[in-house]
């Protein structure tokens, strides 16, 4: 597993929990390797989504280690950066709150909670 950015921007907390889509034509991402409308390539797609969803578990067994908070936050953040998705925020905030941050995670909770 590569190492996530070291921080990363407060911008990261507040983009919209954008569902993957083709760069080519914008149709919705399906899971699937070519786009279902223009024929695009999306192995790269699937590659950040994939990376996102390591990242997931890497927050979970950070928290679940009772010590790596800080690793925690920091997967976190790599997550909903690359691939932001209502699941991942939610983790987001449960990092922010584990490392003090209650302002943000508050933020983020209010956010989550609107979407
Ligand atoms: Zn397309």
């Known amino acids: 597993m590569s ?3 070291p921080s ?3 911008a ?3 983009s919209p929990s954008a569902a993957m889509a083709c760069p080519t034509c914008r149709a919705a991402w399906r899971g699937a390797v070519t786009c279902s409308r223009c024929g695009t390539d999306l192995t790269a797609l699937m590659r950040v989504a994939v990376r996102a969803w390591e990242w997931r578990q890497a927050t979970r067994a950070a928290l679940y280690a009772g010590n790596r908070a800080i690793e925690a936050l920091a997967l976190a953040h790599a997550a909903c950066q690359v691939h932001t998705t209502p699941h991942g925020q939610r983790l987001l905030a449960l990092a922010l709150l584990v490392n003090g941050h209650m302002a943000e995670a508050y933020a983020l909770i209010e956010q989550v909670l609107q979407e």
């Open 3 to 5: 190492e996530p950015p």
């Open 8 to 10: 990363m921007p407060p």
């Open 12 to 14: 990261a907390l507040h």
